[in-house]
């Protein structure tokens, strides 16, 4: 993000709204998670502990006395051993909980063309979550519809700009709209975000590519074009939640520890693709192969579930999560030398490269992430967007917190 991309408060408009002339700090934001894609993780404090990884048996006994932050690496995941009741919510997967270690690691970025990519989820740490439900997919169109026809429900795509909320831009440029991946005619240089996203007018989670579209026959996709407060909505109306970054990160690892990918530390065991991301020239019109079996996003379920039953945890679409985000958080716990016990984000949002936006934290990648350029699939790291932006690549899943174990 160049200086000149100065960012501003609230959700992502057309350029036409505030006109040419503030184009870059539009897009600035329009790409909440292009930006993730685009960009080096952050903080540069985040460095890499030079020390080697320990045993797993020594990071036990050592996570056991609560004195890990002596040593680097992945630990063991200790999932809690209280099983879950015969009432199983419709949809929704038990997911025991337990003590885990969080994040990524240095090694990681040699898988991805763009550098930082880890950054911002270094350094590993302990984290401890209760048990809870999860939804074993994305929220999909059906499901998003039927709550919208229960209440009512406008999001906030489908609300009219107002000139409160931009002071100073043209009347005729308030417009309702959202932001859609367009590719390129031809290669682009993978710097100028700017290239493949567009917001266009009319965009919502009804018409998902623009006013002449619509769901028929993508009832079973994944719901898109939500802002952060859509999300929340349709959790507290399904008496849901959204998940923390550690349920989800611990959600995401299936009872792993350490992995690269949320299915393992392949990214095509036997020659097969375990999630739906983008093969080929990014962001080239005809770009994507779709050897995964689908370019662009696809229906919910297409591909094996991780270890706990859920299904495109990695790829697919961006989900949204309730904690703010902040680079330096994970230093932050680690700091504390304790295992953080359900952390839920820090108090306030911080991204030092956009400090004005508020933004809330993303996980597990997209249809659109490739080893060529974003590799967010991999299991330990981490996206972030303004939470009133929405998106055609960004949905979420729900959880419900049940048991508490200690
Ligand atoms: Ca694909």
Request: glycine share 10%; charged share 20%.
């Amino acid at each position: 993000m160049s200086a000149a991309k100065k960012p501003t408060a609230g959700r992502t408009l057309s350029p036409m709204l505030m006109g040419w002339v503030f184009l870059g700090a539009i897009f600035a934001f329009v790409g909440f998670s292009i930006y993730a894609l685009t960009q080096p993780g952050s903080n540069d404090s985040l460095s890499a502990d030079p020390k080697p990884a320990a045993s797993a048996k020594e990071i036990q006994e050592k996570s056991n006395s609560a004195d890990y932050t002596k040593l680097v690496g992945f630990g063991p995941t200790i999932p809690n051993k209280l099983k879950p009741s015969d009432d199983i919510p419709k949809g929704m997967v038990w997911i025991p909980g337990g003590e885990f270690s969080m994040g990524s690691e240095s090694a990681s970025e040699s898988l991805c063309g763009l550098p930082g990519t880890t950054l911002d989820a270094m350094p590993i740490h302990r984290v401890y979550v209760d048990a809870f439900w999860m939804d074993e997919t994305e929220v999909t169109n059906a499901q998003f519809k039927e709550f919208v026809d229960a209440t009512g429900y406008v999001t906030v795509a489908e609300i009219k700009p107002t000139l409160e909320e931009f002071p100073g831009a043209p009347i005729e440029n308030l417009v309702t709209g959202s932001t859609v991946f367009k590719p390129t005619k031809s290669p682009v240089a993978l710097d100028q975000y700017l290239q493949w996203w567009s917001y266009v007018p009319g965009a919502n989670w009804k018409h998902p590519a623009g006013e002449n579209s619509n769901l028929d026959g993508r009832e079973n996709y994944p719901v898109v074009h939500v802002a952060y407060e859509d999300a929340e909505a349709y959790a507290k109306w399904a008496n849901k939640r959204l998940p923390t970054e550690a349920e989800w990160e611990f959600a995401s690892r299936g009872g792993k520890a350490g992995e690269l990918y949320a299915w393992g530390n392949e990214l095509k065991p036997n020659n097969q693709y375990q999630a739906n991301i983008y093969q080929g020239a990014f962001p080239v019109e005809g770009g994507d192969s779709g050897a995964d079996g689908w370019v662009g996003i696809a229906p919910v379920k297409q591909y094996a579930p991780n270890g706990y039953g859920l299904y495109d945890i990695g790829g697919n679409v961006w989900e949204w999560v309730s904690d703010w985000y902040r680079a330096d958080y994970y230093a932050q716990l680690r700091s504390k030398g304790v295992v953080a016990r359900n952390p839920k984000g820090p108090d306030v949002p911080y991204d030092p490269q956009e400090p004005d936006q508020k933004k809330r934290v993303h996980r597990g990648g997209s249809f659109l992430c490739s080893d060529l350029y974003c590799t967010r699939y991999l299991v330990g790291t981490r996206g972030k967007g303004e939470s009133r932006t929405a998106s055609n690549h960004c949905g979420f899943r729900c959880v419900r917190g049940v048991l508490k174990t200690d």
